[in-house]
């Protein structure tokens, strides 16, 4: 009896596609992990032009590389930095173009500080070391000021309080109110364009923003950086009446004089020198945190409805292709900087080139070596005539002490016979021989009247 054996079919195999296996990991991922809190420490971080935000979360043994988009950026109350340790809100995804996972961050707070709180001391920081809070840089309130200008709610208590303190102290003071938001995210902007519609109407001599006590986000939009420098840069002086009197902000410190609160404002810009003791508290600050309290509820149970899957591919999509573009943006700047700083290097070396054999800088130093040889030709010249010079000189003067004529000149005389001989005896001469005598002036001729043996000359 025999037995019949099959052999085994290998197991069927499933090919991927790169993107395939990319697209399935990431639906994986996102669908485990949609809604993750992660604490860490910021590092590696860089703002794209896009406004989107990229950084690496790590702790001591692990990192993830993160990405905040730009608009939950911009809903940030603070500034990421590196260093910075916090706690990050988002999901896990994978970047599908380089097959790499990394965290999509929704929102972001510090650990240990409030974010509104370290977004104060970041501004405060930057604006201190540029010199904006200087006493220096602080100008005096008007004496007697005929108008002032009040930016602030038109509806809310803080007018009132300041047009009460003003009618009764100082009745012929004018007030303009300019009707701004003093809370929520427009209220800076808001702010910032009533100081700047003062500056411009020239009707008020100076300008008071007011707004009641609150927590620190209720005064948030006077801790802006942008409303801070339109107070700087306001050529009307700015009283700062926000907040009760252990309330500071940011416009506070850079405005020209704080007010412990908008009453204390209007005290002092009637002349008052005390300062209110009572802080008036707001009944709308109720209402306004009530509302901010609800509004919160409700983006909490937004945030925990899920969206259409439609909605969430393309906002996916959209995302992947701005970070494709903003991963290629930064290679083409490194790339044109790269590129750029080789061109100035062979520029530089070509510069350097031209330089030693150009013909006119080898002209220059010729010319000037020859003007430093003539220089010195002509002053050896000038030194070798001058030895030459007192050389012959000595040479006269000893040649002169040497020759006969120097005896002449003290009354002596040569006396030569008709052939040019010195005559130095009277022996030997003839009668009626012809001699010519020479003295140190001339010369003359005489002839011998006696014979030599008498000795005597004509």
Same mark, same amino acid.
Request: charged share 25%; no cysteine; glycine share 6%.
């Given at each position: 009896m025999g037995f019949l054996f099959e052999a085994p079919q290998p197991p069927q195999r499933h090919i991927w596609k790169v993107s395939e296996l990319a697209a399935e990991l990431r639906a994986q991922v996102e669908g485990e992990f949609s809604?993750?809190?992660?604490?860490?420490?910021?590092?590696?971080?860089?703002k794209a032009a896009s406004g989107h935000i990229y950084f690496t979360i790590k702790d001591e043994t692990a990192q993830f590389s993160a990405v905040l988009f730009r608009r939950q950026a911009s809903l940030l109350r603070f500034r990421p930095e590196d260093g910075l340790h916090i706690l990050l809100r988002g999901k896990l995804s994978v970047y599908e173009q380089r097959g790499q996972v990394q965290l999509i961050a929704e929102h972001l707070e510090p650990v240990g500080a409030g974010s509104l709180q370290l977004a104060f001391e970041q501004v405060k920081q930057k604006l201190q070391d540029e010199g904006l809070f200087d006493a220096e840089r602080k100008r005096a309130l008007p004496l007697f000021p005929k108008c002032v200008g009040v930016v602030t709610s038109p509806?809310?208590?803080?007018?009132?309080d300041i047009i009460n303190v003003v009618t009764r102290r100082h009745a012929a003071l004018e007030l303009l109110v300019y009707p701004a938001i003093v809370q929520g995210e427009s209220a800076a902007a808001s702010v910032a364009a009533g100081i700047a519609y003062f500056n411009q109407s020239r009707e008020v001599d100076l300008i008071v923003i007011a707004r009641g006590g609150g927590s620190l986000e209720d005064l948030a939009p006077f801790n802006s950086e942008s409303l801070a420098r339109v107070i $700087?840069? #306001?050529e009307l002086p700015v009283v700062s009446a926000v907040g009760h009197e252990t309330d500071f902000?940011?416009?506070?410190?850079?405005s020209d004089l704080r007010a412990p609160t908008p009453s204390a404002a209007a005290e002092l810009i009637t002349g008052a020198q005390h300062r209110v003791e009572e802080r008036i508290e707001l009944l709308s600050q109720r209402l306004h945190r009530a509302a901010r309290y609800a509004v919160m509820q409700g983006r909490e149970r937004f945030a925990r409805l899920?969206?259409?899957?439609?909605?969430t591919r393309m906002q996916s999509g959209i995302r992947q292709r701005q970070q494709r573009l903003d991963e290629l943006a930064f290679r083409m700047e490194t790339s044109w900087q790269r590129r750029a700083q080789t061109s100035m290097q062979r520029l530089q070396q070509l510069s350097a080139s031209l330089m030693r054999h150009d013909v006119s800088h080898q002209l220059r130093f010729t010319r000037n070596r020859l003007e430093t040889l003539s220089t010195a030709m002509l002053r $050896?010249? #000038?030194?070798?005539m001058t030895t030459r010079r007192n050389r012959i000189e000595s040479l006269e003067r000893q040649l002169l002490s040497l020759s006969p004529l120097g005896v002449l000149q003290r009354g002596y005389a040569l006396v030569y016979d008709q052939q040019g001989n010195l005559l130095r005896s009277t022996a030997g001469l003839q009668q009626g021989q012809q001699l010519t005598t020479r003295l140190s002036d001339g010369s003359f001729e005489s002839r011998v009247s006696t014979s030599s043996t008498e000795r005597n000359d004509s």
């Open positions: 809604d993750l809190w992660i604490e860490g420490e910021i590092s590696d971080l860089r509806s809310g208590a803080v007018i009132r $700087a840069n #306001s902000t940011i416009a506070d410190f850079v899920s969206v259409e899957a439609a909605l $050896a010249q #000038s030194l070798d």
